[in-house]
């Protein structure tokens, strides 16, 4: 294993546990450390970061302005659902 994977796993480590410890400090529910829970906080987490990289790469590429025309704004809706989504997810009991 290299150095860069262990570190990119050590870090959704500690990012799971961070998420887990600021959920229950603010929803009042117990601190779950289960592999559903690991997972589902993680899968949801690539979906805020991949929804706000698209909606990013929307509002500042000209290219894909000029390649999508007027479904911009249809990307820009489509990637705050996923962002929405995932927030939901992640904060679900």
Same mark, same amino acid.
């Given at each position: 294993?290299?150095?860069?994977?262990?570190?990119?796993?050590?870090?959704?480590?500690?990012?799971?546990?961070?998420?887990?410890?600021?959920?229950?400090?603010?929803?009042?529910?117990?601190?779950?450390?289960?592999? @559903?829970?690991? !997972?589902? *906080?993680?899968? /949801?987490?690539?979906?805020?970061?991949?929804?706000?990289? #698209?909606?990013?790469?929307?509002?500042?590429?000209?290219?894909?302005?000029?390649?999508?025309?007027?479904? @911009?704004?249809? !990307?820009? *809706?489509?990637? /705050?659902?996923?962002?929405?989504?995932?927030?939901?997810? #992640?904060?679900?009991?």
């Amino acid at each position: 294993m290299s150095q860069r994977t262990l570190i990119f796993w050590i870090g959704i480590i500690l990012f799971y546990i961070a998420c887990n410890l600021v959920i229950a400090v603010f929803s009042g529910r117990p601190w779950q450390l289960g592999l @559903t829970q690991f !997972l589902r *906080v993680i899968i /949801s987490a690539f979906g805020v970061v991949t929804g706000s990289s #698209i909606i990013y790469k929307a509002l500042t590429s000209q290219h894909l302005m000029r390649l999508l025309g007027d479904d @911009t704004i249809t !990307l820009l *809706v489509g990637a /705050s659902v996923v962002i929405w989504l995932s927030i939901e997810e #992640i904060l679900k009991p």
